[in-house]
């Protein structure tokens, strides 16, 4: 298993570029979410999804899209990048968003985003 | 609403000593997770414990071991014998049922030679 990947690994826009953060995993999670890091400020949860069709917002989803049409796939779309949004990017993945050892989320490498 | 508060922002330790980093959290809900994240820095998020609520006994994975004070709401990570590989931020994060997880600020953990 590859576990959960994402592309691309590091990327620069310009203010008001929009662009595709992809993310995949090959466990058969139902739940995978978007977090965004921030130097001092832990990891925000952006947008998650409890299964593919089902999207919701999480703590600070604005200026942020996702969709999920499959199971392995949460994509995340910058419409309009802004500034604000320069930030380590990281996707995430549980069995289901139930508790227990099996719900433990697994993260992906992150993504490196600069808006200039 | 649900708050994971750690209060370290920095810890040394000494090489083959213990150390251990504070975690409490806020929360209504009296079925929960606890987890504690490492994050070295190349920058992968690494899941070294997990806790339940209703657990009877702390967790312990290997040299790293949770203290889970339910009453007092805290779930501090305990990582025995320190090696210098253990050098990186640590995250403590919480999952109420049927809800989010959220994290704390981290600590940053240097292991001195």
């Known amino acids: 298993n590859a576990g959960v990947t994402q592309t691309p690994k590091f990327q620069v826009l310009k203010t008001g570029q929009s662009m595709t953060l992809q993310c995949a995993q090959d466990?058969?999670?139902?739940?995978m979410s978007w977090y965004r890091q921030d130097p001092g400020m832990g990891l925000r949860l952006i947008h998650y999804?409890?299964?593919?069709?089902?999207?919701d917002q999480g703590e600070v989803p604005n200026g942020y899209n996702v969709s999920r049409s499959t199971t392995e796939d949460f994509p995340l779309r910058l419409l309009s990048a802004a500034p604000s949004q320069t930030s380590v990017y990281f996707c995430?993945?549980?069995?289901?968003?139930?508790?227990?050892?099996?719900?433990?989320?697994?993260f992906g490498p992150g993504t490196r985003l600069l808006v200039l | 609403a649900q708050k994971i508060t750690q209060t370290q922002p920095g810890m040394f330790v000494q090489e083959k000593e213990a150390v251990t980093l504070d975690c409490t959290y806020d929360?209504?809900?009296?079925?929960?997770?606890l987890f504690w994240y490492k994050q070295p820095s190349s920058g992968e998020m690494i899941f070294l414990i997990y806790?339940?609520?209703?657990?009877?006994q702390n967790a312990t994975e290997g040299r790293y071991s949770l203290n889970f004070q339910k009453a007092r709401k805290s779930a501090n990570l305990v990582i025995s014998a320190s090696q210098l590989g253990d050098s990186a931020m640590y995250f403590c994060?919480?999952?109420?049922?049927?809800?989010?997880?959220?994290f704390g600020a981290g600590t940053r953990l240097t292991v001195k030679p």
């Open positions: 929360t209504s809900d009296p079925s929960y997770g």
């Open positions: 806790q339940g609520s209703y657990d009877q």
């Open positions: 995430a993945s549980s069995y289901s968003e139930s508790l227990g050892q099996l719900e433990t989320q697994y």
């Open positions: 466990m058969n999670h139902e739940y």
């Open positions: 999804s409890v299964g593919a069709g089902i999207t």
């Open positions: 994060a919480m999952r109420e049922s049927h809800n989010d997880m959220r």
